[in-house]
Every structure is written in C-alpha cells, then in structure tokens.
C-alpha cells in the first residue's frame, strides 16, 4: 500500500465567471507521505473540505497539480478519476451520504459494482467489514434507521470495501459524543497500523490533540498557515 | 473488465440496483407507467382494429367475384338486363355469370338501412326471410316472429322469420335481410328478368384484367368492378377512418406524450444527489448511464407490454367499445362480433420502437448532464 500525494500551487475557484471570483483553496503547496494521520484543522470556511475533494478526485483544481505517487493526477480523464476515487482514496463524507431506501450492506457494496466481482464474495467482504467495525448486526437495517455513530460506520465501511490506500474524512466527530468520537479514533488507529493515510478535517481538539495523529496542517482562507508534527507513537 | 464475465456481473448489480431504485420511487414510476402505457394502448388499439377490420374485408372479398357488373345510364346506376348475361357468358374466360339482386333498404323503426339480398342458391321460401343478427336485435325479433315492410308501390309485405344467422358470421351479415326472388322483386319494383348487377367467375386470375376490356367493348353501357379494386377501395377507407380516429385522439396523444417527456426528464434532487453519491464512489459516467438505460428500458418495455396486451383484449376480447363508432363507418346496426386476432409485427415492431426510444432518448439527456458533471458539485 504506498499512497504519496503531493499538491503543487494548488487553488480552487468558485464562481470563476463572476467577477467576485473566491478562491476557496489559495496556493497550497503539501506533501503526504504514504503512510500516517494527518488533521486539516482550522476555522469555518478555510476550505477544508474543498481541499479534501481536490485531493479525492471529487473535484479538479483551478490552477496547480495534485500528484499520486508522483504522476500527476490532476489532468486526467474522467475515467480515470472516477477509477482512483473507487480504488484508491476512500471518502467518508461529513454528512454521510448514504443512500436511503437501501440496506447498510447493500449500501456498503455499492462501490464495487462497477467492479463486478462475484457476488458471494462481495458480500462476504462487505460483511467482514461490517463485523470489524461494529455494526455487523445491522446489516440488513435500511440506512434511515441507524444512529449517527451507525451511520458513521457505515460509511466508513462503504469507503474501505474496495480496499483503498488513502481514507478521507471530512469532520469525522462533528456528529458523535465523546464515547463514540474515541471509538471511531481506534478506527483510525487500526486503520493506520494497517499502513493506510488517513487524511482528515476536524475543528475537534479531541482529534487534533489525539495520539494516533502524525501531523496536523492549519488552514486559513486558502492557505497554509502552520503545519506541525504531533506524533510520538511508531506507526504499526 | 474486458473479461465477460465481471463485465455481465456488473451488468446484474447495476439491474438489480435499478430494481431496487424504482421500487423506492413507486408513485413517481407507477405514474409514469400509467401515463405510458395509456399513450400505447390508444395507439395499438387503432393498429389492431384497422388491421383486423382489413383482415375481415379481405377474407369477405376473397369469396367475392372476380368482377362485377353494374350497368350505367347516363352516369347513373341502372339495372342490369339478362340479355347482358347472355352477352357475357359468350367472353373467353369467363366461367359463369350470375345474376344479383340486392338493395338497401331503410328501417324507420330502428332508424337505420338493411341490406336486402336474394341469396344466390335462392332457398328462402316465399314470405319468409333470414335476417343478420344485428338487425334480430335492433328489432327485437326472433325465429317465427313477422316483420313488414313498405314496398316501392306503398304496400306493406310481411315476412316470416325463418332463421338468424350467427353471431360469428363477419362483418357485413349483420345487418342482411334474405328474401326470396319474387319478394324481392314485388318490394323494391324489380321486373322479371332484370337484375341489381351481374357477378362475374374467372378462374384464371392472370386473364381478369383482358375480360374486363372485352365486357366493355361488348356491352359499352356496363361498368365492370374488379375485386382488387374493391380490396384497395377498403384498405383505403380503412387507412382514412383510423386517420380520423387519430386526429381528435393526436391532441391527447401529444398531451400524454408530454406529460410523459415531462415526468421522464425532470430528475429530481432526490436523483441528482443520488447520481452524485454514485458517482463520489467510484461509478463512471458509463455506470450511471448505464443503470439509468435499464430503468428507462424496463418502464418503457412494462409500458409497451401492458399497453399493448389492453389494446388486444380491447379490440378482441372487447371488440374495441371505444372505437367501434368512428370505424366501422355508415350502418348503425353494428356487428356484434370478435374479431380475429391479426397483427401485423412490422407496424407493431415500430411501435415498440416509436415509444421505447424517445423514451430512453428523453430520460437519458438529463442524466447524462448530471452524470457528467464532478462529484461535488453535484452533492450540495
Ligand atoms: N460550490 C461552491 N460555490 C461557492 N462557494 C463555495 C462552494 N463550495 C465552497 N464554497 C466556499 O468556499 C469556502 C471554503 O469552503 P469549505 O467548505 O472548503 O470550508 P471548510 O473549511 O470545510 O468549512 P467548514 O469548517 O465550515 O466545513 C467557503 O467560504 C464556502 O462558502
Ligand atoms: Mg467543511
């Protein structure tokens, strides 16, 4: 599993054709080293989450270069996009989006269609997966009915199914209690040790100042403004 | 995924996933298929009925004449003397000439014509008729019952009625009054020797054209009447009445149609975010064009299948209630029969194509825009 990503002069504009053009995301320059957990910190509207999609393939910058692994990624094809975002980063999103009227284990699987892998296999893993976090009990519950923590889990589930090299979370506690926001960090924790980038956006201290983070990058309108390495612990 | 096999599997899991997508916006599809479905029946209904309605003719013309004929007097109608069968059986060709005696004649109790007729084995006796089973029922008369009419001289003839002819019998019996010769005659004024027109046996079908020049040339007043042209004359008529049928119905058609375009095009959030969260997963814009095909496919097939099986059972099982008026023309005294299936696959087969497509053209172009556009963007 090796997942380096670099951004080069990265910005996003928004409303480019307006002559009030924003640039959400101003020139950040980052490197991710495979491997590791990284926080995105900063206030609201410093645009985490737009950098998070740029780096997730959810969207294309305006200006500069995202790279994997050293190839530039940024200029691709849709195809090719919608293979990285289905096989190597793995996006949990704040608010889930999950598909209501649909079972969490047919909702987990979802990513994997486009696959076509067996069926009996497919569910085994999404099953597994199921069971690991927790929730295996649920997984014949349609999605309207779980809990936040539940939902949560589910999405983290659907996002590893096809096993990726890098896990995104946008604001991965701004919806759970303490219990369950120290719960979800073992997640992470096992997740890294499993030798995945997790790459998180939290305004939680409780997240910034866990242990299992390696690196914690302050945004402000755009930009970098401070980038520190936090950890102690040996990764697994 | 250029191997078959995770390419047909994916296939599957994008049908089922359809499956269970339109399940969840039951109204919605449950309209649209009823909208649909409603735009195929009306327009397979005309399609069966015409088709049968040719289908019926052309079995009736197949025992017709190959030629008959009527005689013309300045341009009008005129009844045809024996000797010009005389003159006629004379031509090269002609196997035998019969002379028929047939005539409308109006009912003022029901309102509407019969057509009196002496069969050409003449076995009625006298006084008595056999009568089409429309006109049993316009008159509420049955076997043994005595029915009269005016004659051409004022007099009224009574006739007892001997027989009904089934109900099955075809289209133009039902409204038939069969009478013996000399009744005939008496009632509408018809001399001995005189006949209404003349019927015409050609066994060689390739010399029917030259007997038609050679009775001209032999009796110049005569007008001969081929059975192709009768055949042509009702599929004509028939093209012409199920054009009328369509006219009033295009404008609800077109109301259907876009009603339908409407309900099939609009995507709803619902299905924009969804298509969004597809997409953030890792479907490809061929994915979720893909899926979508199969949903536009199975309602437009479901709306082609029910469509077209109401139209059936409403034109055979029915004898189409809803367009009988218009179609069948001038006599009152409908025939109260079942058609005979006949459909045609070439015009059924572009129906299919006239709803299916525009259909799948008509969902795929929104989706196809949502489809396309970045993940994000899509999700707020
Ligand atoms: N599609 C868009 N169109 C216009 N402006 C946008 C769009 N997306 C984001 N923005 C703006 O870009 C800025 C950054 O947004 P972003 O969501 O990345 O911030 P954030 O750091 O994630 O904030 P929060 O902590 O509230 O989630 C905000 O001012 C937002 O209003
Ligand atoms: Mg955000």
Redesign the pocket.
């Known amino acids: 599993m090796n997942a380096r990503v670099e951004l080069w002069g990265v910005r996003k504009a928004f409303q480019e054709d307006h002559p009030n053009v924003f640039w959400a995301v101003d020139g950040i320059d980052l490197a991710l080293p495979a491997g590791g957990v990284t926080v995105l910190a900063g206030p ?1 509207g410093s645009g ?3 950098l ?1 999609t740029l780096i997730g393939c959810l969207a294309r910058p305006t200006e500069g270069r995202v790279r994997l692994d050293g190839r530039d990624i940024s200029g691709l094809p849709e195809p090719f996009l919608a293979a990285l975002r289905r096989q190597t980063f793995g996006f949990v999103f ?1 608010r889930f989006n999950l598909i209501r009227g649909l079972t969490v284990l047919d909702n987990v699987m979802l990513p994997a269609y486009p696959l076509g892998p067996s069926h009996r296999a497919l569910t085994r893993r999404a099953t597994a997966l199921l069971v690991r976090l927790g929730i295996g009990h649920r997984a014949g519950a349609l999605v309207e009915s779980l809990s936040g923590g539940e939902a949560q889990r589910t999405a983290i589930a659907r996002a590893l199914i096809n096993d990726p090299s890098v896990l995104i979370a ?2 991965p506690t701004a919806n759970l209690d303490t219990a369950l926001s120290l719960a979800f960090l073992d997640i992470v924790s096992d997740l890294r040790a499993e030798g995945r980038t997790l790459l998180l ?1 939290s305004h939680d201290p409780l997240v910034r100042e866990a242990s299992v983070v390696d690196r914690v990058v302050e945004l402000r309108d755009g930009r970098v403004v401070a980038d520190h390495e936090t950890r102690a612990e040996p990764a697994g | 995924m250029t191997e078959w096999r995770p390419a047909l599997a994916r296939q599957r899991y994008l049908l089922d996933f359809t499956v269970a997508a339109m399940r969840r916006r039951r109204a919605r599809n449950l309209g649209l298929l009823v909208v649909y479905g409603g735009m195929v029946f009306l327009l397979a209904s005309v399609l069966f009925y015409t088709g049968a309605l040719k289908h019926e003719a052309g079995l009736l013309l197949a025992e017709a004449p190959e030629i008959v004929v009527q005689r013309m007097v300045a341009g009008r109608h005129d009844l045809v003397p024996e000797t010009h069968a005389e003159t006629l059986r004379g031509i090269r060709g002609v196997r035998g000439v019969q002379g028929r005696l047939w005539g409308y004649h109006y009912d003022p109790v029901v309102r509407a014509n019969y057509t009196l007729l002496v069969p050409p084995a003449d076995d009625i006796a006298p006084g008595t008729a056999v009568i089409g089973p429309a006109l049993a029922r316009a008159r509420g008369a049955g076997i043994g019952d005595v029915l009269s009419f005016r004659g051409y001289d004022g007099a009224l003839r009574a006739f007892q009625i001997q027989a009904v002819l089934p109900q099955d019998s075809g289209l133009v019996s039902a409204d038939l009054f069969l009478v013996a010769e000399p009744d005939f005659r008496a009632l509408f004024g018809v001399p001995a020797g005189q006949y209404t027109d003349l019927a015409l046996r050609i066994p060689n079908p390739r010399e029917i054209q030259t007997v038609a020049e050679k009775v001209l040339e032999a009796a110049p007043d005569s007008r001969p009447i081929l059975r192709e042209e009768m055949l042509r004359t009702y599929d004509a008529v028939f093209d012409w009445r199920s054009a009328l049928v369509l006219l009033p119905l295009s404008g609800a058609l077109l109301a259907f149609a876009i009603l339908a375009w409407e309900k099939a095009s609009g995507l709803s959030a619902d299905e924009r975010r969804e298509i969004g969260i597809l997409k953030a997963v890792g479907w490809e814009t061929g994915d979720v064009l893909a899926m979508k095909l199969w949903e536009g496919g199975l309602l437009s097939l479901l709306a082609f299948l029910f469509g077209t099986a109401a139209a059936y059972w409403h034109v055979f099982g029915l004898s189409a209630p809803l367009l009988a008026p218009v179609m069948k023309g001038w006599s009152v005294l409908y025939p109260d029969f079942r058609l005979t299936p006949a459909i045609d696959a070439t015009q059924l087969l572009a129906l299919f194509f006239l709803t299916v497509l525009p259909y799948l053209a008509a969902t795929l172009v929104p989706v196809w825009r949502a489809a396309v556009t970045d993940p994000d963007e899509v999700m707020r």
């Open positions: 609201s985490k989450t737009t998070l704040q946008d604001e956006s």
